[in-house]
């Protein structure tokens, strides 16, 4: 799978309280979620993110509370992959578990800057600045996680496991 999109850049520990604050924590819908996402850091933020956009982040992007609410806000506005140098544990095992892309390259997040233009490859890893002619190597994902994001979601990819 590919994806391509614009960059929205954010710095180093992002919390899931940046992410969605915690006064939408009662709302279910993802729509919903994603009207409020990066809203007390980044006000245009949900204005002008595209289907297919792409978040970049520095270091413990998703640190903070396990909520789940913070990656399914995230997809929800559209943000195809999350690219980072490092995650919180519990973000990361939450974004795989909702179906959201997240990539650890510490090369990418340093020299991605907001607005470029990237494309990412998800079978080999490779992100590609469009916009600076550099390209990135991050680890692909295992084949679990891939079918899994493929899916939309491990619920997902275990009722076709028990369908099957």
Do not use: W
Not at 40 to 56: A, C, H, P
Not at 109 to 136: R, S
């Amino acid at each position: 799978m590919i994806v391509q999109g614009k960059v929205f850049k954010y710095g180093n520990d992002i919390d899931t309280d940046v992410i969605i604050p915690a006064r939408y924590l009662n709302v279910t819908d993802p729509k919903d979620l994603a009207s409020h996402c990066m809203e007390d850091i980044d006000k245009n933020f949900i204005n002008e993110v595209k289907d297919g956009d792409i978040m970049v982040a520095l270091k413990n992007f998703g640190c903070g509370s396990s909520r789940e609410h913070a990656p399914i806000a995230i997809k929800a506005a559209g943000i195809s992959c999350v690219i980072a140098k490092s995650y919180a544990r519990i973000f990361y095992r939450n974004a795989f578990n909702i179906g959201l892309p997240i990539l650890e390259c510490e090369e990418a997040a340093d020299k991605i800057q907001a607005g470029d233009e990237v494309n990412v490859d998800f079978k080999n890893g490779t992100i590609k600045n469009i916009t600076k002619n550099e390209t990135y190597q991050a680890e692909p994902f295992p084949e679990f996680i891939e079918q899994i994001i493929n899916a939309d979601g491990l619920v997902n990819y275990v009722k076709n496991k028990i369908q099957k």
